[in-house]
């Protein structure tokens, strides 16, 4: 029995004919039954040519997702045959470390909704897709055959989640309770709350960046704002830095950098303070060689751009601002909404305010265990340069 169909509009986005994985309800002729919620559904355009086989949602604004450009059905084998070819794409050389990476990238692994992390022998799962929630069991089957951890963590207490219709869920595949501990990350131990912390417990896109900023640190004085869990910041006390102050408007972020610092054996001090505030304020005898920026996502929705766009701009021009001649700016975003070009202009007309020479020492990107698809711009979030400020 062939499955379900849709068929887009004429007048159907670009984008959906271009190789983007998602179809919004407003581009389909007509959204099939609520039965077909969850299942494999395949997709023409107007002319009736085969778009691909995808997972369907009438509760979602994208009703389809797909997920193979050829005729299958999103079933366990499927899940399980595209898991193992998500690890085996990690396993390559230079890809991730083995003891913390991210294993499963959503439509970027043919499995749209599903995101796994890996810290050690331990996996936290989400599922963000009606598909993927009804095939949960079944994920957590095969990357128990697969990987054989210790423990599976299912973090499904996304907000996004509601979107699909989904309810909040957070268990073990055990069952009992997962303490937090330390984990080895990068060379440094943080305490980690993989059950009950932020995300899936720890920002694994920018392990690369807090080794890559570290190279600049040395004898210099380094302000690392944002700093959450204190990543930038302890690295660059491990690298030699003169002095080290991280920044961030959470206590319990703030308490927790502490903590690490202490564990790792690193001279670093945190403050719990507005970092705007901080860095409008005067204060001659606070100058540094060495900021990093790595703010939270300011534009959430495609709403929320051109006031995320005001705050990105003023951000790099009270860090330029602060930066002794010669000094190293990392700046960094995490809106998909924010693409390369825009970013790139947000920098230069901090640059112009600032009057400050500005030159790109490097280009920054979220790393290959986070692959980017090229006809999805929404895969692509994290972008950044290190830069030189004369």
Not at 60 to 78: E, K, L, N
Not at 110 to 118: A, E, S, T
Not at 362 to 381: A, G, K, N, R
């Amino acid at each position: 029995m062939n499955p379900p169909s849709l068929r887009l509009k004429h007048n159907a986005a670009a984008r959906a004919l271009h190789g983007h994985p998602w179809i919004f309800g407003n581009e389909v002729e007509a959204v099939l039954p609520p039965e077909c919620d969850g299942t494999t559904v395949e997709c023409r355009d107007a002319r009736g040519r085969f778009m691909g086989s995808g997972i369907y949602n009438s509760r979602s604004q994208i009703v389809w997702r797909r997920f193979t450009r050829d005729h299958a059905a999103f079933d366990a084998a499927f899940v399980r045959a595209a898991l193992q070819r998500a690890i085996a794409r990690r396993n390559e050389p230079n890809v991730a470390p083995v003891n913390a990476r991210r294993l499963v990238w959503s439509e970027s692994d043919d499995l749209p909704g599903l995101v796994v992390d890996q810290f050690g022998d331990v996996l936290v799962v989400q599922t963000q897709t009606l598909a993927l929630e009804r095939l949960l069991e079944a994920v957590l089957a095969a990357l128990s055959e697969l990987l054989a951890p210790a423990e599976i963590i299912v973090r499904n207490d996304a907000p996004v989640r509601r979107l699909e219709g989904l309810p909040s869920e957070v268990r073990t595949l055990s069952g009992r309770p997962y303490e937090p501990r330390w984990v080895s990350i990068g060379g440094l131990d943080y305490w980690l709350d993989l059950q009950g912390g932020q995300k899936t417990g720890f920002y694994l896109d920018q392990t690369r960046e807090h080794a890559k900023v570290a190279r600049y640190a040395a004898w210099r004085r380094v302000l690392d704002c944002f700093c959450n869990q204190g990543s930038f910041a302890l690295h660059a006390a491990k690298a030699g830095a003169t002095r080290v102050l991280g920044l961030d408007s959470s206590e319990e972020a703030v308490v927790q950098a502490r903590r690490n610092a202490e564990r790792n054996g690193v001279a670093a001090e945190f403050t719990v303070v507005n970092v705007f505030d901080h860095l409008a304020a005067r204060d001659e005898d606070e100058a540094w060689d060495l900021i990093v920026l790595d703010p939270p996502p300011f534009a959430r929705s495609k709403s929320a751009l051109e006031n995320a766009l005001r705050g990105y701009k003023e951000i790099n021009l009270r860090a330029m601002k602060r930066l002794t001649p010669g000094g190293v700016l990392a700046t960094y975003s995490c809106s998909h909404h924010v693409t390369a070009e825009v970013f790139r202009e947000v920098v230069a007309e901090a640059a112009h305010d600032a009057k400050r020479k500005v030159q790109v020492l490097e280009f920054c990107h979220q790393p290959p265990d986070h692959p980017v698809l090229v006809t999805m711009p929404e895969s692509e979030y994290l972008r950044g340069y290190i830069l030189r400020v004369d």
